[in-house]
Nanobody, 126 residues
Framework: QVQLVESGGGLVQAGGSLRLSCAASGRTFSIYVVGWFRQAPGKEREFVAGIKYSGGSSTYYADSVKGRFTISRDNAKNTVNLQMNSLKPEDTAVYYC??????????????????WGQGTQVTVSS
């Protein structure tokens, strides 16, 4: 089993920045990819960014956050961070960290992910 705990959410004005962290524990050697997803009220959960946790450090981003968000990992600390800059009100959502043991389809597909954190609220005011 893998446990994931997110932190760093909060309230920020449009144009501001936040840094989310995802701390992994347990059988972290089994993690292949870590992704960040978000879910706004009344909307489906959507992919934000992903990073290979082992076997390379390729990163992937949703078009809506490219150039504003940066995902990174610190394997020594078993954490994956999401630096969010130039935040917009439409970025308001609960942000979830997720880990996959393998990818049977695209990195943005939620059903690939075996473990999920509890989520952290990000609110961007206009």
């Amino acid at each position: 089993q893998v446990q994931l705990v997110e932190s760093g959410g909060g309230l920020v004005q449009a144009g501001g920045s936040l840094r989310l962290s995802c701390a992994a524990s347990g059988r972290t050697f089994s993690i292949y990819v870590v992704g960040w997803f978000r879910q706004a009220p009344g909307k489906e959960r959507e992919f934000v960014a992903g990073i290979k946790y082992s076997g390379g450090s390729s990163t992937y981003y949703a078009d809506s956050v490219k150039g504003r968000f940066t995902i990174s990992r610190d394997n020594a600390k078993n954490t994956v961070n999401l630096q969010m800059n130039s935040l917009k009100p439409e970025d308001t959502a609960v942000y979830y960290c997720a880990a996959a043991r393998s990818l049977n389809s695209g990195i943005s597909i939620t059903t690939n992910y075996n473990y999920w954190g509890q989520g952290t609220q990000v609110t961007v005011s206009s």
